[in-house]
């Protein structure tokens, strides 16, 4: 099959690419770099050209107020833009519980696109992930001050990029779900206690004060943040990753 991948070039589409093309499929990279733009619709009618299936990756530049109308925008062109190329399978990725979290202006926009896509002409597959290990990092930044690192006790179910890209990849080759699939990584951990785990494992000496009002994460109440049952489990445990 030939994909349109688009946000093909970030941490998740690059790795899309790669194993749909493994498999034995044509997977096409677009992004901005490429000369895709998907706010004024720049290239996105010769992207998705023969398209049987399109993979969106892209996101919003901000996690603010601005975020949804970048939401808004890219999927009325990419929804129009497969009709017109007759695609017949359009992918998202999405977040673990996002429509759970109202606070939060990104969570909310990221609810929308589900929305978008669910209402629109092309029949879709939505994979929502949960925490990225790669991004445990910028969480432990937004709340750090000196020598101190705030975080709540939010529970977290970090999953890999590279497992998040599988399953990614795997859903976009089959069948249209008319749903969604989880996927999370195999242990859940309290964000204040994977912060500490993670500077000790960097060595780091920055301590982590519990604070339940602290950073983004503090707005997710319970285990929204958690995959339920029905989830797809990824093997990559947070110890075996930070090696």
Do not use: C
């Not at 999405?94 to 609810?111: C, F, N």
């Amino acid at each position: 099959m030939k994909f349109a991948v688009i946000g093909g070039t970030g941490l998740i589409g690059s790795q899309v690419v790669q194993n749909l093309n493994a498999a034995g499929h044509e997977a096409v990279p677009h992004s901005l770099s490429t000369g895709v733009d998907v706010l004024t619709g720049q290239g996105v009618d010769a992207a998705l050209a023969d398209a049987d299936v399109v993979v969106n990756l892209t996101n919003s530049p901000t996690f603010d107020a601005d975020s949804p109308a970048f939401f808004q925008t890219s999927m009325d062109n990419l929804l129009a833009a497969a009709r017109r190329a007759g695609a017949g399978h359009f992918v998202i990725l999405s977040i673990v519980g996002v429509d759970q979290v109202p606070e939060l202006d990104y969570y909310r926009a990221k609810t929308l696109q589900e929305d978008l896509l669910k209402a629109g002409p092309i029949p879709y597959s939505i994979v929502r992930a949960t925490q990225f290990m790669e991004f445990i990092d910028a969480v432990l930044s937004w709340t750090a001050d000196g020598d101190t690192v705030r975080l709540p006790r939010t529970p977290i179910q970090p999953i890999a990029a590279a497992d998040v890209a599988a399953a990614v990849a795997d859903v976009a080759a089959g069948s249209p779900l008319s749903g969604t699939l989880d996927v999370a990584g195999p242990e859940v951990y309290p964000l204040d206690e994977l912060g500490r785990i993670t500077l000790a494992a960097k060595g780091d000496r920055r301590s982590v004060t519990t604070d339940d009002t602290a950073g983004m994460f503090a707005a997710a109440h319970g285990d929204v943040l958690t995959a339920g049952d029905g989830a797809r489990i990824a093997p990559t445990r947070y110890a075996d990753w930070l090696k």
